[in-house]
């Protein structure tokens, strides 16, 4: 897999929020302490690719737990911070369909590469390798402080919606 970033990033307003959390919420149904897209600061409508980040807060879930004295955010969520990037990339191509979600399907070529701690903006890039309705790929990429933190293939998929799939849920 790469070792550089999909995008030049010095090219790119890093600063400049695109789409903010109540943008972000009417294509993804994250709430809560699982909402691990903060904005998105680049969208190209033709090649859906996209930058997003996370910012990671001193009082986050993880923190008090993963790693007691020097906290450090889960692989786990790094993947599934790209992960709703790439949910958000399909939802713009294909609209929202009241009846399906956009699961995730698998997640391949893995590598992770630096550590993110509490006070860090993690980037998350995202380029489509294969965009349809039922199933899509995504390569994706997370970085902290310009540096590759990881990168994989995201593989996603449509999955019936359960009736009662908001109830409860606040915006």
Not at 112 to 120: A, D, E, I, N
């Amino acid at each position: 897999m790469a070792a550089e970033a999909f995008f030049d990033l010095s090219q790119i307003d890093l600063n400049k929020v695109v789409y903010g959390p109540a943008e972000i919420r009417k294509r993804n149904p994250h709430r809560f302490e699982m909402e691990l897209l903060d904005a998105i600061v680049h969208f190209d409508t033709t090649s859906m690719d996209a930058i997003g980040y996370h910012d990671l807060r001193d009082d986050a879930f993880w923190v008090r737990g993963h790693v007691p004295g020097m906290p450090l955010f889960p692989g786990a969520l790094m993947i599934e911070a790209a992960a709703q990037l790439s949910s958000f990339c399909y939802h713009e191509k294909f609209g929202i369909d009241p009846n399906m979600i956009f699961g995730f399907g698998g997640i391949e070529k893995v590598r992770f590469r630096q550590q993110g701690r509490p006070g860090q903006r993690f980037y998350m890039l995202c380029k489509d390798l294969v965009f349809n309705r039922r199933l899509s790929r995504f390569a994706v990429q997370g970085l902290l402080n310009g540096r590759m933190a990881f990168e994989a293939e995201i593989v996603g998929v449509s999955i019936p919606r359960p009736a009662a799939f908001h109830e409860g849920a606040e915006a």
